[in-house]
């Protein structure tokens, strides 16, 4: 895994200081797992039909929401921090039987596949982010038609969001205080700007005992959870 010490110090630009580097893994951490909540709202609100593990659709949609609605520099710096921050988690996983009984899959699988759906949706310029996060060959192979299948599943999906917006239908109920707050508040406006959802959804920040992330589907509510900023500053590079 040394291809991921040196993606470390390609995530410190020039001028950087640890602290800007810390609060970028921290955005862009908030940001993908926000997304990834975002993938359970769909399916729920569209009624989405799931052939698989849904917590590996609401990962695929995460990565298409990057895809979809960042500038490509803005996607990579992302894609960046937040298969780095999967990697970090999966380097606490220390118990094999939690780590493959648990709902979602191993952090180390969800890093690679992120990896590989990144690099696959646009292999003619990501060969460098694809060989800093140390994708073998072998995985590389299939990534572009990975992200195709993805695409051609989420796709018509995110045409039917975009094509009725923009909209106000997610509504965002935390504090506008704070770092997370501000983050999840920014990317509710900059998505009400570009689609609408058929249903109203909820987003909030607020306190709920642990560091994770839910989709509430009896109240049609996406909840990041307060604890979640101090766990990622913890597992920051
Ligand atoms: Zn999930």
Same mark, same amino acid.
């Given at each position: 895994?040394?291809?991921?010490?040196?993606?470390?110090?390609?995530?410190?630009?020039?001028?950087?200081?640890?602290?800007?580097?810390?609060?970028?893994?921290?955005?862009?951490?908030?940001?993908?797992?926000?997304?990834?909540?975002?993938?359970?709202?769909?399916?729920?609100?569209?009624?989405? $039909? #799931?052939?698989?593990?849904?917590?590996?659709?609401?990962?695929?949609?995460? #990565?298409?929401?990057?895809?979809?609605?960042?500038? /490509?520099?803005?996607?990579?710096?992302?894609?960046?921090?937040?298969?780095?921050?999967?990697?970090?988690?999966?380097?606490?996983?220390?118990?094999?039987?939690?780590?493959?009984?648990?709902?979602?899959?191993?952090?180390?699988?969800?890093?690679?596949?992120?990896?590989?759906?990144?690099?696959?949706?646009?292999?003619?310029?990501?060969?460098?982010?694809? %060989?800093?996060?140390?994708?073998?060959?072998?995985?590389?192979?299939?990534?572009?038609?990975?992200?195709?299948?993805?695409?051609?599943?989420?796709?018509?999906?995110?045409?039917?969001?975009?094509?009725?917006?923009?909209?106000?239908?997610?509504?965002?109920?935390?504090?506008?205080?704070?770092?997370?707050? /501000?983050?999840?508040?920014?990317?509710?406006?900059?998505?009400?700007?570009?689609?609408?959802?058929?249903?109203?959804? /909820?987003?909030?920040?607020? $306190?709920?005992?642990?560091?994770?992330?839910?989709? %509430?589907?009896?109240? #049609?509510?996406?909840?990041?959870?307060?604890?979640? /900023?101090?766990?990622?500053?913890?597992?920051?590079?």
């Amino acid at each position: 895994m040394k291809s991921l010490i040196f993606a470390l110090t390609l995530l410190l630009p020039l001028g950087a200081c640890a602290d800007e580097a810390e609060d970028n893994f921290v955005s862009a951490n908030l940001i993908s797992i926000f997304y990834h909540e975002m993938g359970h709202a769909l399916i729920d609100i569209m009624r989405l $039909p #799931v052939f698989g593990q849904e917590e590996d659709a609401a990962d695929m949609a995460s #990565v298409l929401f990057l895809e979809n609605t960042f500038s /490509e520099e803005d996607a990579v710096s992302i894609a960046y921090d937040s298969a780095l921050g999967l990697y970090a988690e999966s380097q606490n996983e220390t118990d094999p039987n939690e780590t493959a009984w648990g709902v979602h899959g191993a952090s180390l699988q969800r890093f690679y596949n992120l990896v590989c759906l990144f690099y696959g949706a646009n292999v003619g310029t990501r060969d460098d982010f694809a %060989d800093d996060m140390g994708l073998p060959a072998a995985r590389a192979e299939t990534c572009e038609a990975e992200y195709q299948l993805a695409d051609d599943s989420w796709g018509p999906i995110f045409d039917e969001l975009f094509d009725a917006g923009p909209g106000d239908s997610i509504i965002y109920t935390g504090s506008d205080k704070g770092f997370a707050q /501000e983050i999840i508040s920014g990317e509710v406006a900059t998505l009400n700007e570009l689609l609408a959802l058929p249903e109203d959804l /909820e987003v909030t920040v607020e $306190p709920c005992g642990q560091p994770n992330a839910f989709y %509430d589907s009896s109240l #049609v509510r996406v909840i990041i959870c307060t604890e979640f /900023e101090p766990y990622l500053r913890k597992l920051a590079p």
